[in-house]
């Protein structure tokens, strides 16, 4: 797909997001310097090739965007919630799988001295087994331990309805949009983007057909937890497997570089795009992105909308270029 004009010599730059080595973007850049505009062309753009397109938006900022395109924008609220139990398949492997992503979800909610892990996966597998996992039912096996009144917040506290409702998850649109900006908090959103992210894979891994971008701004959030930052990292190595790219957008470059996970992300991404970047991360950044202390002082002049892309040994300065007719699409948020 086009992205914008080569600021040395004018010429078109392009970039093909689907290589044979793995179809990851990373946008990486200061509060403001672009990261959203240079989503959202991607974006149409992806779209206009025929490639399915999900957003986890945790500011409700691609609302907009997918919303003019014909998308589906699936806002959640207390109002407007998910069923984490949902699973699309009945076998064994599968129920496995997922009971180990609600564990790892749940232990957002429970304080670290209650967290009994076997207690838990015994009251899940309990719970799949009996065939009807709701809420009420989980409270049930886990009654008597301290584990129970802390997920009782999702259940009847001040969660409720955010992750006990009947909805469930489908990837039927070609763009799909996952608006977290009503879950106003981080101890909301964190857990919800941890949720719909694994939900999302385990559709993927279902139906691996069709060619993917999954796009996640404030990906850093998923760095934070060490069990989620290893569930980000895999989903980044695999996903190529499963016809899947994956664009993590973050201001926080420092996160990423500070964790051997965020790292692995990195060293797995082959697009790399970096926008204007902070003093902090210069000093750091060249440990992973090769290239010159002048290329690194350049990082931090970088206008609004210049960014240096990286793929393989090549580094290209390129003006992103949002064309007339996406800037009523673009320029929203
Ligand atoms: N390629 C571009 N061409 C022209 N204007 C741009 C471009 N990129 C960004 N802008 C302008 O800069 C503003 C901020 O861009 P954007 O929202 O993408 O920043 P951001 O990096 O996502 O910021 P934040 O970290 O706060 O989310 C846009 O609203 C737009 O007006
Ligand atoms: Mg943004």
């Known amino acids: 797909v086009f992205v914008g004009v080569n600021a040395y010599n004018n010429s078109l730059a392009f970039v093909n997001p689907f290589t044979s080595r793995n179809n990851n973007i990373n946008i990486f850049g200061v509060s403001g310097s672009g990261k959203s505009v240079t989503a959202k062309i991607l974006m149409n753009r992806l779209y206009m090739r025929?490639?399915?397109i999900i957003v986890i938006?945790?500011?409700?900022?691609?609302?907009?965007?997918?919303?003019?395109?014909?998308?589906e924008v699936?806002?959640?609220?207390?109002?407007?919630?998910?069923?984490?139990?949902?699973?699309?398949?009945?076998?064994?492997?599968?129920?496995?799988d997922h009971i180990s992503t609600l564990k790892t979800f749940f232990k957002f909610f429970i304080p670290t001295n209650h967290f009994d892990s076997a207690v838990l996966d015994e009251a899940l597998i309990k719970l799949y087994d009996q065939g009807s996992p709701t809420f009420e039912n989980l409270l049930e096996l886990l009654k008597d331990h301290p584990m129970q009144k802390d997920l009782s917040v999702l259940s009847t506290g001040s969660l409720r309805g955010v992750f006990n409702s009947t909805r469930k998850l489908e990837l039927t649109n070609d763009i799909i949009v996952l608006?977290?900006?009503?879950?106003k908090k981080d101890e909301k959103r964190d857990p919800a983007m941890y949720l719909l992210t694994s939900l999302i894979w385990n559709l993927v891994n279902k139906k691996n057909n069709k060619q993917r971008m999954l796009f996640i701004d404030e990906a850093h959030k998923l760095l934070v937890d060490p069990e989620v930052a290893v569930f980000y990292r895999?989903?980044?190595?695999?996903?190529?497997?499963?016809?899947?790219?994956?664009?993590?957008?973050?201001?926080?470059?420092?996160?990423?570089l500070d964790s051997e996970y965020g790292k692995a992300i990195i060293t797995n991404s082959e697009t790399k795009i970096l926008l204007k970047q902070s003093y902090a991360t210069l000093g750091d950044i060249g440990t992973i992105y090769p290239m010159?202390?002048?290329?690194?002082?350049?990082?931090?002049?970088?206008?609004?909308?210049?960014?240096v892309l990286f793929r393989e040994n090549e580094h290209v300065r390129i003006n992103i270029l949002v064309l007339p007719f996406e800037q009523p699409l673009v320029f929203t948020s």
């Open 74 to 96: 699936i806002s959640f609220s207390r109002e407007n919630g998910i069923n984490p139990f949902y699973v699309s398949s009945l076998q064994e492997n599968d129920i496995l």
């Open 292 to 307: 010159t202390d002048e290329e690194k002082q350049q990082l931090g002049h970088l206008a609004i909308g210049e960014v």
């Open 57 to 71: 938006d945790p500011e409700g900022e691609y609302v907009n965007i997918a919303k003019a395109l014909g998308g």
């Open 179 to 183: 608006d977290l900006h009503d879950l």
């Open 234 to 256: 895999e989903l980044v190595k695999q996903a190529r497997k499963r016809n899947v790219g994956v664009v993590s957008i973050t201001q926080d470059v420092e996160d990423f």
């Open 50 to 52: 025929g490639i399915q």
